[in-house]
């Protein structure tokens, strides 16, 4: 196996799951929040991981994402006999519902594959992310480390076997993102999910879901904004996020696509056409919040249509 490199910086995306209709199988990721690793190849096998900043979770290979993620690959990366040694500079806050987890996942896969001369396509990659993701919410799904390694916007066709599709993302297509300053576990909001939902609902839903994919590749704006809507999980996850309603009709008024829950929560975000409409429904989330009194944090900005990306350490 031919290394291109001993050592690797890079940067993995924030994500945006569901897109309120496409439950597990949509996700999108986001430009300007994420992750950095710093991975290094050693002798010794196995995954090491001897630095997280940012965020109190677990140095230990098998209580770790990337060290899950991490053996993964290196189990299946014939031709490598060594390991790697990992120090993670957390960004995205655990449990903030913008793919924390993914990014650690996906980027560590991304790195690795990288160093050892690229054996492995986007496709296995994910695979490998989803061990991670298994470990952190109890459910091995796609929808966050799938976009944070194609970049853009991407669709889960199948994950038994894994089908990943990548979706059209218009230019103009912008994201804002609030995240209340409180912690939502994805395998606790997992909890409150039904297992069955009626079949006037599962046609609603099959139709946003088509009609999305359909106003995203034709870059139908119109069709985009009646298609972000979610009348199975959002009802639900809602009621644990406070002020969900009055945020919705902040990003509404103030001109946003459409407005939902990022994963499983508590952060909820909103589609835009247009930088400066995307500026506008960030000013009127803030001020929404202001007044519910629960710190929070702001970002808007371009979908990442680069994915995960080698960066200088030093920038």
Avoid at 263 to 288: F, I, M, N, Q, W
Wanted: with cysteine; hydrophobic share 40%; proline share 6%.
């Amino acid at each position: 196996m031919k290394m291109k490199t001993e050592k690797l910086t890079v940067f993995a995306p924030a994500t945006i799951a569901n897109l309120s209709c496409g439950f597990d199988v949509l996700g999108l990721a986001l430009d300007g929040i994420g992750d950095i690793l710093h991975l290094e190849l050693t002798p010794e096998p196995g995954v090491s991981i001897t630095r997280v900043t940012g965020a109190d979770i677990p140095l230990e290979t098998d209580r770790n994402v990337a060290g899950i993620a991490g053996m993964a690959f290196l189990e299946a990366a014939t031709g490598y006999s060594g390991g790697v040694r990992i120090e993670i500079e957390k960004r995205i806050a655990p449990g903030s519902g913008i793919g924390s987890s993914a990014a650690s996942s996906a980027g560590t896969v991304w790195g690795l594959n990288q160093l050892l001369g690229e054996p492995f396509g986007l496709p296995d990659l994910v695979g490998f992310a989803m061990k991670g993701e298994a470990l952190a919410s109890g459910a091995a799904h796609a929808d966050n480390v799938a976009p944070a390694l194609y970049g853009g916007i991407t669709l889960v066709r199948s994950s038994h076997p894994l089908d990943i599709a990548r979706v059209h993302c218009p230019e103009a297509l912008h994201a804002c993102i609030l995240h209340p300053q409180i912690e939502l576990k994805t395998s606790d909001a997992r909890k409150v999910l039904r297992t069955s939902i009626p079949l006037s609902k599962g046609i609603r839903q099959w139709g946003n879901v088509g009609g999305l994919v359909t106003g995203l590749f034709t870059e139908d704006f119109g069709l985009i904004s009646r298609s972000l809507e979610d009348c199975i999980i959002e009802p639900v996850r809602s009621l644990l996020i406070p002020g969900f309603d009055t945020l919705r009709e902040a990003a509404l008024a103030a001109g946003a696509l459409g407005f939902g829950i990022s994963g499983s929560g508590p952060s909820v975000y909103a589609l835009t056409h247009g930088a400066d409409t995307a500026e506008a429904v960030s000013r009127a989330l803030g001020k929404a919040y202001d007044a519910i009194d629960i710190p929070y944090t702001l970002h808007h900005g371009p979908v990442n249509r680069r994915g995960i990306y080698s960066i200088n350490p030093n920038t």
